[in-house]
């Protein structure tokens, strides 16, 4: 879904939790010309590395950043997708 290199078409962050959404153009099989997809993931520091990564295992106190952007995700596809344009960067703030 998300090839290495590619960037996502909007990324909502909130603290060190972020979600990324990519566009994909549907062959011509697919009912929906444009289909989304949708990574969230959150950066920690590794101590014994001393760098930063990324992981998609959160503690209950990530939970609250979690939902603030997946729901900014989710209305930035619902609005592209009802407006009728994939990219729609107007219509999300």
């Not at 011509?28 to 760098?51: C, L, Y």
Request: charged share 30%; hydrophobic share 40%; aromatic share 10%.
């Amino acid at each position: 879904m998300t090839e290495q290199g590619n960037k996502p078409i909007k990324e909502f962050r909130a603290g060190t939790i972020r979600a990324a959404i990519w566009r994909q153009e549907a062959d011509g099989q697919q009912r929906m010309p444009v289909r989304f997809s949708m990574k969230i993931v959150k950066r920690v520091f590794d101590e014994t590395a001393k760098d930063w990564r990324t992981t998609d295992y959160f503690f209950p106190n990530d939970l609250p950043r979690l939902c603030l952007v997946a729901g900014r995700a989710f209305e930035y596809i619902a609005l592209s997708e009802s407006e009728g344009d994939s990219e729609c960067p107007a219509v999300v703030r």
